[in-house]
Structures are given as C-alpha cells and as structure tokens.
C-alpha cells in the first residue's frame, strides 16, 4: 500500500478481521459527541490515545489481553482487551490494525510480543504520533460486547472509530468500546 493512499478506519473492514458480520459485537449507530452521556464523551470524543485516557478515568494502568490476532503482508491486527492492573476489571474491547513497517524495528518487536498496551508503546519510543477521530457510536451489545463489558447483561456502550498517524503516515487504525 502507498502512504500517500487515504486511510479509513472502516468499522465493517475492521471488524471483518476477525468477525463474519456486526453482530457479534452488537448493533451500532452513529452519533454525536453531543448525543453520549458525559462518561463517555470524555473517554471517546478527543483525539489522544486511549490507554492514557482510560488510565486516568480508572485510576489505574492497563494491561492488554489479545483475544485474536491476523497477520499478513500489510498489516498485523488484533482484537484486545484493556483490564486494569488494580482489580483485573475490563476497561476496553478493541480492534487494531497496524502497519508494521511504519514502525522502529525495536516498537514492532514490543507490539508484536503482545504484552503492552499499543499506547504506551508509541509513547516509551517516543513515536511522533497524532490520533484523529473518525466516528462515534452508541452501541447495543451483542454477545461478544456482553461477555466482556457488561457482565452478560443487555446493554448499550459506546465506541469510536480512529487513526493514528505515527512520524506523519496513516499506521493504526481502530475500533475503540469502553465501558465506565
């Protein structure tokens, strides 16, 4: 792929990777910053990395769970759970797709070996890096949502879309669910 392409985070492309269709993680609608609850506003509608915002809001910092990965050529990919460190509490449920040769050889290896959160690899190698928002969502949780965000209870949470550009180019593109 050229850098100089548009890159998308496409909610069904991303989700593809690794499910057939939506459902599985629920039905998702479009809205505004305006239209969310205050929570969650504050944990999705801002252009900064979400392991920060999420460590935070919780009190505690992070660790990633991978529950799926994918690898080709391009790209490498994985859907991921944040837990905080204090009580082992899902914070997180996401879809990342990176573009490996975008990044120093020694952050590959670190995001590659799937012990630390995306973000605090770009911030521990000081990565020039930008977030940008794409889309927020409400969403009502299908069963995959449900097993990890709300206790197997129906519900809504709320997600966004976003890229970042790591030393100017398009790197990651993601899907980000939180709960409060």
């Known amino acids: 792929m050229s850098t100089s392409e548009r890159v998308t985070p496409d909610l069904d492309t991303l989700i593809g990777l690794f499910y057939a269709e939506r459902e599985p993680l629920g039905e998702f609608h479009e809205v505004s ?42 790209h490498y990919a994985r859907e991921i759970l944040l837990t905080r460190q204090n009580d082992g509490r899902v914070v997180q449920y996401g879809i990342m797709r990176i573009r490996l040769d975008l990044l120093p050889s020694q952050a590959r290896k670190e995001v590659v070996l799937e012990g630390t959160p995306l973000g605090r690899v770009l911030i521990k190698h ?23 965000l709300t206790d197997g209870q129906p519900g809504h949470v709320y997600g966004r879309t976003a890229l970042i550009n790591c030393n100017g180019e398009p790197a990651v593109e993601l899907i980000e669910i939180v709960c409060e």
């Open 126 to 148: 000081n990565i020039l890096r930008s977030v940008h928002l794409f889309s927020l969502y409400k969403i009502v949780a299908g069963h995959v949502l449900r097993q990890h």
């Open 33 to 74: 910053a305006s239209q969310m609850p205050a929570v969650f506003r504050s944990l999705l509608a801002h252009e900064h990395h979400m392991t920060v915002t999420v460590e935070a809001h919780h009190g505690s910092p992070v660790d990633v769970q991978v529950l799926n990965r994918m690898v080709d050529d391009e």
